[in-house]
């Protein structure tokens, strides 16, 4: 009997969870990770899902969830029991010591009563540690060279995948003979991060993030795939990353920040595996950002700091200059005054050195507008409106028409600085400028910065400009 050889010379080899990736569909297992997420959060579960664990329980390492985990799958499928999403009887895992640690999922870490915003302590700890690589180890979701995230074959179908995000040259890539990527799929992947940064410019992230998925998946089957070359290779892998960051960015703009997240760390991943120092200086920027923005500023603070060691050495000062703002936020975030300007003295110091041939492509959006806008929040989170204004208007006043998106972001900081520093009839002024923007602009994060002001305004109802502003504001469409 083959069958009964074959298990008994490999008894502890698990068994893939065929039931359990059928679920996961055409979805990446980040994804699917934050979908675990989001429907824990709405039964009031804490797990930490990932898409570390989401592989673990697709290879069959996992064969039963801990009770929290199973609240959440038998909630995003009810009519089902654990043995139809693929997982043995709890019965049958119980008593294996030696077993333990491969069957357990991630710990489930309670908030901690100094973190008030929601997250897990879990969240902060990976900037605790000065060695980054622990921290890659803590943080890092996935392997990036894993099994593509969509269905069919190589790297003919990925480049296919690009759809309309993708500028691919010469004839379209699914009338290629099948064939390990090559200069032509990189400079696709390429055009594509480059793409979705012009649409992002011009239009905001609300109705691009869900587009920009399948250009996301096609990257990393294109990595799976593997080139024939190193120099490919490490395109493919560069590019692949700064996808991952432009994904990530829209997600985040757009307010879905467990998405954001999870992205960013896939971006921190594969720059790791491919030792890109300027990609993974990019992940970490992005990171520190999102975790301003997410309410995590001694997270912010540590990311930008990360940032900073792993980038001294490109030789950018633009981009220290960056990075140095992303850390102001964070102890503007912490009420640090002394730090925050401290890091935007450093900021501004830096950016006086100029432009270079080592400042990153994507850093094109980073001039002197940029500059302005990033201090202007810097002044607004500590609470001084009057030079937060002041900043703000200088940036929606130097920013290039082209970036319609960020003067609609700074010019909704100046009405929000206005409004916040008793000048009511400015505010409105600049609010109603803003919902001109949003004709051509669908940012969660402008709307939202709107809606602060209009709230704060509502008392001033009756000044001039005021009414007019929150009429309009009120009849204008929200983003789905």
């Not at 989401?54 to 799958?73: L, S, T, W």
């Not at 991060?193 to 250009?215: E, F, K, M, S």
């Not at 879905?256 to 970490?284: K, N, Q, W």
């Amino acid at each position: 009997m083959t069958s009964s050889t074959v298990t008994s010379s490999q008894p502890n080899r698990p068994r893939p969870n065929l039931a359990f990736r059928r679920l996961r569909g055409r979805r990446s297992p980040a994804e699917f990770a934050a979908e675990v997420r989001r429907a824990a959060r709405e039964i009031g579960e804490q797990v930490s899902c990932d898409a570390r664990y989401i592989g673990r329980v697709e290879a069959g390492e996992i064969r039963c969830p801990n009770y929290a985990y199973e609240r959440v799958f038998l909630h995003m499928y009810p009519g089902r029991t654990l043995s139809d999403l693929g997982f043995a009887p709890r019965s049958s895992v119980r008593g294996r010591g030696a077993r333990t640690t491969a069957e357990e999922p991630p710990p489930v870490h309670t908030a901690s009563p100094a973190f008030t915003t929601g997250e897990t302590r879990e969240a902060y700890e990976p900037y605790e540690t000065q060695d980054q690589n622990d921290w890659h180890h803590n943080y890092e979701e996935s392997d990036v060279l894993r099994r593509a995230f969509i269905s069919g074959g190589g790297a003919t179908v990925a480049a296919a995948s690009m759809g309309p995000l993708a500028v691919a040259p010469g004839a379209s890539a699914a009338q290629r003979p099948a064939r390990r990527p090559g200069t032509s799929e990189a400079g696709a992947l390429e055009e594509a991060v480059r793409r979705i940064r012009l649409l992002d410019d011009r239009h905001g992230a609300d109705g691009l993030y869900r587009r920009a998925a399948t250009p996301l998946r096609a990257a990393y089957a294109l990595l799976d795939a593997g080139a024939t070359r190193q120099a490919t290779a490490d395109r493919l892998h560069s590019g692949a990353g700064e996808l991952a960051i432009s994904v990530g960015w829209l997600a985040h703009d757009s307010g879905r920040f467990d998405d954001a997240r999870s992205h960013y760390a896939e971006a921190l991943a594969t720059a790791r595996v491919a030792g890109d120092a300027g990609l993974e200086a990019h992940a970490f920027c992005n990171t520190a950002f999102l975790a301003r923005d997410a309410g995590r500023p001694r997270e912010a603070v540590r990311a930008a700091q990360a940032a900073q060691r792993i980038a001294r050495p490109l030789g950018s000062a633009r981009l220290m200059s960056l990075l140095a703002l992303r850390e102001a936020g964070g102890w503007a975030g912490l009420a640090d005054r002394t730090g925050c300007e401290q890091a935007l003295a450093r900021a501004q110091a830096l950016f006086e050195r100029g432009p270079s041939e080592a400042d990153p492509e994507w850093m094109s959006f980073y001039g002197e507008a940029e500059l302005e806008g990033l201090e202007a929040q810097c002044w607004s989170t500590l609470g001084d409106w009057t030079r937060a204004a002041r900043h703000a208007r200088r940036a929606a006043r130097l920013q290039d028409p082209h970036f319609t998106r960020n003067t609609a972001l700074y010019t909704a900081e100046l009405a929000d600085d206005l409004a916040r520093g008793g000048r009511p009839d400015e505010a409105a002024q600049a609010g109603l400028q803003v919902l001109d923007l949003l004709n051509q602009v669908q940012s969660s994060r402008v709307q939202t910065m709107l809606a602060g002001t209009a709230r704060v305004l509502l008392p001033h109802r009756r000044a001039s400009g005021v009414c007019d502003f929150l009429e309009k504001h009120a009849s204008m469409p929200r983003t789905a």
